[in-house]
C-alpha cells in the first residue's frame, strides 16, 4: 500500500520537472515493494489477534514517516527535520520546523498535504478497504469500529464505504475552493491538508495567505467536515435511523465551538486590542480549527493573550469525533464524563432507592465505556504533562510550552511560537513522540513497547 501511496509524489514530481526527488521516490518503491514481497512470502496465522493488530497498526506509523524521510531530505531538510516533517504529516499534525516555505519544491508541499491525506484517512484503513480479505483478521484492525456500526456486512465494506466517504468530501473541498477563486494546486494542497485535519499549508502565512474571508470560512468547513465522524454522511444520505451517536458528537463540536468562539471573541477584543469585526473572523477560524485539530491560523499566536491561548488549548485537547479524522481525546468522550458526573449529582440528590440510567445518546453506557473514556483522558493529561516538563526545565515559557505540547498531542499543528528549527533535537524528539502517541490514542503504543503483551501471546 505504501509503494502505490508513494506513486503519486512520484508522479507529481516528474510532472513539476523536480527529477531529483523523482529518483528519491523511485528509490522508495523499490525498497517498499522489495520488504512487501519478502514478508508476502512468510506465513501468516489464519486470524490476527487483537495485540498483535495493535502492534502492527503502530509498525505502521512508524515505519511510513522514517521510509519517507529519505525523500523529504532532498529538499534540503537535515534527518532530524526531514523526520518530524514526516512524522508530523502521517499523523496529521502540521507542526513544521521548516524556517520557511518560501522557495521549496512544489513536490514537497504536495508530499506533505498527501502523506497527510492518507494519514487522515487512516493507512490501516486504505489497507483494509484494497488489500485485505473480509473476515476475522479484517475486523482486528479495525480497532476502533464496533460492529454494530459496521452497517454494510464486513469490516473491509466498511472501510471502503469510509475511503469512497473521504474521497467525496476531498474532491468536493477541491471544487468549493477552486470555484471560490483560489487556483488549483492551492485547492488541491489546501483540500488534502482540510478534510484530513492535517493543517500543512503550502505558504508561510497559512490560511492568511489565501484570499480572503470567503476562502477562510471554506477550508474551516472542510476541516469541521473531516472532524465529524465519517460514517455520519453515509447514514445521512441512506437515511438511517442509527446515528444518534454521530449526530450528538457533531453537535457536541458545534455548541463546544460556538461557545468557545464567544469567549475567544472577547478576549480578543478587551486582552488583545482587536476590533469587533476582527475578532469575529479571526475568532471562529482559530477555534474551529483547534477544535477540528487542523490546525490552520490566519494570525501569529504567539503574540495572544495568555487567556486567548488557554481557550486554544482547551479547544485542542478535546478534539473532534470518534471516528474522523481528527485528533484530541475526543468530544465524545468529554461527554461521556459530564454525563457521568450529572449522574452523581443526580444520585447525590435523589432517594437511595432511585435508578437513575447512564445513557447517551438514547444508548446505556457500558461500564467498559465509561472505564475507557476515563482512561484515555487521564493518559493523555498524563502525556502532555510527562512531555511540557522538558520544555519548562530548558527554559522555554511554561503557557507556550504547554500550548506547542497539547498541539503535539492532540495532533492540531498550531504553534505559540516555539517549533522551529533552531529548537534542540531532544525537544524535537519530544513533541515527534507526542504525535505519534496523539495519533493512536497512546493504547497501542502501551502494548508495543511493552512486549510481553504481544510476543509469544498466540492463543490457541
Known amino acids: 500500500m505504501l509503494s502505490f501511496l508513494t506513486v503519486v509524489p512520484l508522479a507529481f514530481s516528474f510532472v513539476s520537472g523536480e527529477t531529483h526527488l523523482s529518483e528519491r521516490y523511485l528509490l522508495v518503491i523499490a525498497l517498499t515493494v522489495g520488504i512487501g514481497w519478502l514478508l508476502g512470502r512468510m506465513p501468516a496465522p489464519r486470524e490476527v489477534q487483537v495485540n498483535e493488530a495493535m502492534v502492527l497498526v503502530a509498525f505502521m506509523f512508524l515505519f511510513t514517516p522514517l521510509v519517507m524521510t529519505f525523500p523529504m531530505m532532498g529538499s534540503g531538510l537535515s534527518f532530524f527535520d526531514a523526520l518530524f516533517e514526516t512524522i508530523s504529516a502521517a499523523t496529521t499534525t502540521g507542526l513544521s520546523t521548516v524556517k520557511t516555505l518560501e522557495g521549496m519544491p512544489k513536490t514537497f508541499l504536495f508530499a506533505r498535504a498527501w502523506m497527510q491525506w492518507y494519514g487522515g484517512l487512516g493507512i490501516v484503513v486504505l489497507t483494509l478497504a484494497l488489500l485485505f480479505r473480509p473476515g476475522a483478521v479484517a475486523k482486528r484492525f479495525a480497532l476502533t469500529e464496533s460492529s454494530e456500526d459496521d452497517l454494510v456486512g464486513g469490516t473491509k465494506a466498511h472501510a471502503r464505504l469510509i475511503l469512497g466517504v473521504y474521497s467525496m468530501l476531498t474532491v468536493a473541498g477541491v471544487l468549493l475552493l477552486a470555484a471560490a477563486g483560489t487556483g488549483f494546486l492551492n485547492s488541491l494542497l489546501y483540500t488534502l491538508a482540510s478534510v484530513s485535519t492535517g493543517g500543512f499549508a503550502p505558504h508561510d502565512a497559512s490560511l492568511a495567505a489565501l484570499g480572503g474571508p470567503l476562502t477562510h470560512y471554506l477550508v474551516i468547513l472542510i476541516c469541521v467536515s473531516g472532524s465529524v465522524p465519517l460514517i455520519f454522511y453515509y447514514k445521512l444520505y441512506s437515511r438511517n435511523k442509527r ?22 471573541a472577547v478576549c480578543l477584543v478587551t486582552l488583545d486590542g482587536a476590533s469587533w469585526t476582527r475578532a469575529f473572523h479571526d475568532a471562529p477560524v482559530l477555534v474551529f480549527s483547534a477544535q477540528s485539530t487542523a490546525g490552520f491560523t490566519v494570525t501569529d499566536l504567539s503574540e495572544l493573550h495568555a487567556a486567548s491561548k488557554l481557550f486554544l488549548i482547551m479547544s485542542m485537547m478535546v478534539g473532534g469525533g470518534i471516528g474522523s479524522t481528527a485528533g484530541g481525546f475526543k468530544i465524545l468522550r468529554l461527554m461521556i464524563i459530564l454525563n457521568v458526573l450529572g449522574i452523581i449529582l443526580r444520585r447525590a440528590c435523589s432517594s437511595k432507592h432511585a435508578v437513575v440510567s447512564q445513557r447517551t445518546a438514547g444508548r446505556r453506557m457500558a461500564d467498559m465505556d465509561i472505564q475507557e473514556a476515563l482512561l484515555i483522558v487521564l493518559l493523555v493529561v498524563a502525556v502532555i504533562l510527562l512531555s511540557w516538563f522538558p520544555f519548562v526545565f530548558m527554559g522555554y515559557s511554561p503557557l ?18 516555539v517549533t522551529g528549527p533552531d529548537m534542540p533535537v531532544f525537544l524535537k524528539g519530544v513533541l515527534c513522540v507526542d504525535m505519534l502517541l496523539g495519533r493512536l490514542e497512546i493504547l497501542a503504543w502501551l502494548v508495543m513497547i511493552f512486549p510481553r503483551t504481544w510476543v509469544g501471546r498466540r492463543l490457541a
Open 400 to 417: 507556550d510550552s504547554l500550548f506547542e505540547v497539547v498541539s503535539a498531542v492532540g495532533t492540531v499543528g498550531l504553534s505559540a511560537g
Open 243 to 264: 446515528w444518534a451517536v454521530e449526530t450528538l458528537q457533531l453537535r457536541g463540536i458545534l455548541i463546544m465551538g460556538g461557545i468557545v468562539t464567544l469567549l475567544f
